[in-house]
């Protein structure tokens, strides 16, 4: 596709209920991230990937958060046993390679509520 | 710790005048800084972006001002236009091991009137 795309675009999910989100970076992308929006508030970051390998996931808030991108392009982040606190809008970004390409591509997000 | 944060939470202007979003950074090893712009419902939308080795950079519309020794930036938007009713936010990429990590800031809503 033409952009990094996201699905689903909501979930709403019973406190304890396992969730998986898929984001589709823009094609030949190497570097994909995850970023976390809170009703009124930036992005914050989860993780990041080059190609399959997870280099960082710094900013995954709990062992309960964890993603994958096993052949180095669609992602997905899982979420296990749900909490209200994970309600927030999950962005998945992804950018080509080199230092001076600077420019990452946003998805729509998924907005996740947890009831 | 370092934080990217907004002076201004709120913007309200008429339409065609000019705007500036303010941002203050702390982190001097930030390597570049990218003003995003985020409408209801949708992701984060590039504007544009200016390296730590420069202090302005235009677009179209839009001007991005860098001083690092205060460490601000601002982002002006020349004629403002009901579509530019937006929430914008600063980011900076500190570079290292994970290259274009973003740190957002609080972000700032701009709103036109016609």
């Known amino acids: 596709g033409a952009g990094v795309s996201q699905s689903p675009r909501y979930k709403v999910a019973k406190r304890g209920q396992d969730v998986a989100l898929r984001c589709d970076p823009i094609?030949?992308?190497?570097?994909l991230f995850w970023y976390q929006q809170a009703l009124g508030q930036g992005p914050e970051f989860l993780t990041y990937?080059?190609?399959?390998?997870?280099?960082?996931k710094s900013g995954l808030p709990s062992d309960r958060f964890f993603a994958e991108r096993p052949e180095g392009s669609v992602s997905t982040l899982k979420i296990q046993r749900t909490q209200q606190e994970d309600s927030a809008v999950y962005l998945c970004?992804?950018?080509?390679?080199?230092?001076?390409?600077?420019?990452?591509?946003f998805g729509q997000g998924t907005r996740l509520t947890v009831v | 710790g370092e934080s990217v944060g907004l002076h201004l939470p709120t913007l309200s202007v008429q339409e065609g005048d000019n705007s500036i979003i303010n941002c203050a950074y702390s982190?001097?090893?930030?390597?570049?800084f990218i003003w995003y712009k985020q409408e209801s419902g949708k992701g984060p939308q590039f504007i544009i972006d200016?390296?730590?080795?420069?202090d302005k950079r235009q677009g179209q519309r839009v001007t991005v001002l860098l001083n690092k020794t205060v460490k601000h930036l601002s982002l002006q938007i020349a004629a403002t236009q009901p579509g530019d009713s937006a929430v914008y936010f600063c980011?900076?990429?500190?570079?290292?091991?994970?290259?274009?990590?973003?740190?957002f800031g609080q972000g700032t809503i701009l709103t036109v009137h016609p």
């Open positions: 970004a992804s950018r080509g390679m080199g230092t001076s390409n600077t420019e990452a591509f």
């Open positions: 990937f080059q190609n399959e390998a997870q280099l960082d």
């Open positions: 980011a900076e990429n500190a570079g290292g091991t994970s290259y274009g990590k973003l740190t």
């Open positions: 200016i390296r730590s080795n420069m």
């Open positions: 982190n001097s090893a930030s390597d570049y």
């Open positions: 094609s030949g992308h190497v570097s």
